[in-house]
């Protein structure tokens, strides 16, 4: 009986409203396909962690290794290289601002910058309220701003 009324309505849904059937039916595989394809990148989350440089579908790197700069400011920005835990995102939003961890302008550095935000007691790294993961004190960015 129940099955027979359904039938019923998805006759009437079909005649009446194809174009909201359509919809419907399109966003959930859209949905469906995004979770999935979310759920594939959480799980190589973890990838890449040993140093060298993930790659994009698109041939680009997806965090700079640490022998990208010069050694010795490689050397130097150690764990502020560390941009493992941080999303596709977030690390695009990093090359828009063209964060280097070493700054080629020696009066605009991060650590005087009105965006930096002190690492915890004995940290080496900072933040920035413009963008996610760790920054080298003496790093630069094209929003580089004075204190004020």
């Known amino acids: ?80 290289n560390d941009l493992s835990n941080l999303t596709r995102a977030e690390i695009e939003n990093r090359e828009v601002y063209d964060y280097q961890p070493r700054s080629e302008y020696p009066e605009e550095l991060c650590s005087n910058c009105e965006y930096w935000e002190p690492g915890a007691e004995g940290e080496k790294c900072g933040g920035c309220s413009l963008m996610a993961g760790p920054i080298h004190p003496d790093g630069w960015c094209s929003a580089w701003s004075e204190m004020g």
């Open 1 to 80: 009986m129940e099955t027979t009324a359904i039938n019923q309505i998805g006759e009437i849904m079909s005649r009446y409203c194809p174009e909201r059937r359509r919809f419907l039916r399109e966003a959930g595989t859209i949905s469906i396909a995004g979770l999935a394809a979310l759920g594939g990148l959480a799980s190589f989350s973890g990838c890449g962690g040993d140093g060298e440089s993930s790659r994009r579908a698109d041939g680009t790197d997806t965090a700079p290794p640490a022998s990208a700069s010069s050694s010795a400011a490689g050397d130097a920005a150690g764990p502020c």
